[in-house]
């Protein structure tokens, strides 16, 4: 496994699109990041409850009405700094007005994530 | 036998005339009397009267333009509270408006839908308000309605196709990064992730062609301006470094994937060697129509020019893939591409063949 400056740093994933997270999943591994993944937010709450991470990159819209809200408000009590990522800037409106945090527009490449979430710390 | 609808032809409406020789005592007497009678026999806007002073507040007048729009006749409609027009999908909380309004004697305005006498309905503009008499005391209600059903019905399917639009500008978005991520993991797995890189660059600049558009997809053009810009976005964060300039037009649908990839290429192109290589290059990017003489098809002229990069030589100009690239797809769309390598910078001008349509200002 390469090494890097950000070895000690774990990073959450929420995306309900699965071949996303695969990609996400690698690209930080590959920067040297360790990831825990979810696609609902159930899943996310879960594993932040389990262990809490450094950083966090949330999909805006997980389907059906829902929204990454919970797991945002859940980090933002914690501290812990996070990225909005969402495909439907209208829909997610709301949301991402609520959290002062960096929004990436879907698509954007994975290895801009990585830019965006070491820029975090 | 054509059914006579012309106003003035019509038969004449002697219902303003009954009314006023049944309410003597009130002011539509004398040549007010005339000009209320006229006004409503001839007006095609639906009106009413009603009486808030009698048991729950009959309709004393119906003009004929109020009866062919609901159907019913003089004799079922007088002496009745209009709530008769209403039905199972009209909305509780707009009567309830209309109650309010009644009771505090305000005018109110609101769009009721509303059931004829055979059953169907239709969406009612209606007004109503209070009418006094010179010592202000309150007489009667007025209400005037008029059927906004077609309006309504454009209304709603302008909503829905702004609904749809939107549905799937978010599902292109998803998919562009869904094949993002495909292509990502194949070009790992296969130890060619520069290569995926490159070709996912390029994949999404062409996602960002189309996006601008899909919010006016029923045009069936598409905004030149608004294309460049979208593409070339995220080569410009901070939006200080490329400038763009032209008046709305709008092209082809086919042109923007061209178009997409070309300024990816440029864009690339300028940030490893060119005007946006170093912290102070800016790039100009022009573009006007040129309309040719049967003034629907013509030719989207585009200019691209770095200024402030390092010195430009002609080795610098990336003679690779990026320019091979925009010289084949020009080639092949019947358009243009020339590169001048100027002293301050590249200078690229584009031509592509499209129809055009200019919006006027």
Avoid at chain 1, 47 to 62: K, M, Y
Avoid at chain 1, 87 to 104: A, K, Q, T, W, Y
Avoid at chain 2, 269 to 279: F, P, R, V, W
Wanted: with cysteine.
């Amino acid at each position: 496994m390469k090494q890097s400056q950000c070895a000690d740093m774990m990073v959450l994933l929420l995306d309900d699109e699965a071949l996303v997270l695969w990609d996400l999943e690698e690209e930080m591994r590959d920067a040297g990041m360790e990831t825990i993944t979810a696609s609902s937010v159930d899943r996310a709450l879960a594993l932040i409850a389990h262990r809490v991470p450094d950083v966090a990159i949330l999909d805006v819209n997980l389907g059906a009405g829902v929204t990454c809200e919970p797991v945002a408000d859940r980090l933002s009590e914690l501290g812990v700094p996070f990225v909005l990522h969402s495909g439907d800037l209208n829909r997610s409106g709301e949301v991402i007005r609520r959290f002062d945090v960096p929004l990436l527009p879907k698509p954007t490449p994975a290895y801009r994530l990585v830019e965006a979430v070491r820029a975090l710390r | 036998m054509v059914e006579e609808t012309d106003q003035v032809h019509r038969a004449y409406d002697d219902s303003p005339q009954r009314f006023r020789d049944n309410n003597a005592e009130d002011k539509f007497s004398g040549a007010n009397g005339v000009l209320f009678e006229q006004a409503m026999s001839q007006t095609r806007m639906a009106v009413c009267l009603s009486d808030p002073n009698a048991p729950d507040a009959p309709i004393v007048f119906a003009n004929r333009a109020f009866l062919e729009l609901t159907g019913y006749s003089e004799q079922e409609v007088i002496g009745r509270n209009c709530r008769f027009l209403q039905g199972p999908a009209t909305d509780p909380e707009k009567v309830a408006l209309v109650r309010e309004s009644l009771a505090a004697e305000k005018v109110v305005v609101v769009e009721l839908l509303n059931y004829r006498k055979d059953g169907s309905s239709f969406w009612n503009a209606l007004h109503l308000g209070p009418i006094y008499d010179d010592s202000g005391k309150l007489l009667y209600f007025f209400g005037s309605q008029w059927n906004v059903s077609e309006v309504h019905a454009a209304r709603a399917e302008e909503a829905y196709a702004k609904a749809l639009s939107r549905e799937l500008s978010h599902r292109m978005k998803n998919m562009f990064s869904v094949i993002g991520a495909i292509v990502n993991i194949t070009g790992r797995a296969q130890g060619m992730q520069e290569e995926a890189r490159t070709i996912n660059d390029r994949i999404q600049a062409l996602g960002r062609a189309y996006e601008p558009t899909l919010d006016e997809a029923s045009l069936g053009s598409i905004e030149a301006g608004q294309a460049i810009r979208s593409v070339l976005a995220p080569y410009d964060p901070e939006g200080q470094r490329i400038r763009y300039s032209g008046n709305v037009v709008r092209v082809d649908p086919n042109v923007v994937s061209t178009l997409g990839l070309t300024f990816h290429e440029l864009a690339t192109n300028a940030i490893k060697y060119g005007a946006l290589s170093n912290d102070s290059g800016v790039v100009e990017i022009e573009w006007e129509p040129i309309v040719a003489t049967d003034g629907q098809n013509g030719r989207l002229k585009i200019v691209w020019t770095e200024r402030g990069g390092p010195p430009v030589t002609h080795a610098s100009g990336n003679s690779g893939s990026g320019q091979g690239i925009m010289t084949k797809l020009m080639a092949l769309s019947q358009g243009n591409v020339t590169y001048d390598w100027q002293p301050d910078g590249l200078v690229v001008t584009v031509t592509a063949p499209t129809f055009l349509e200019q919006v006027k200002f």
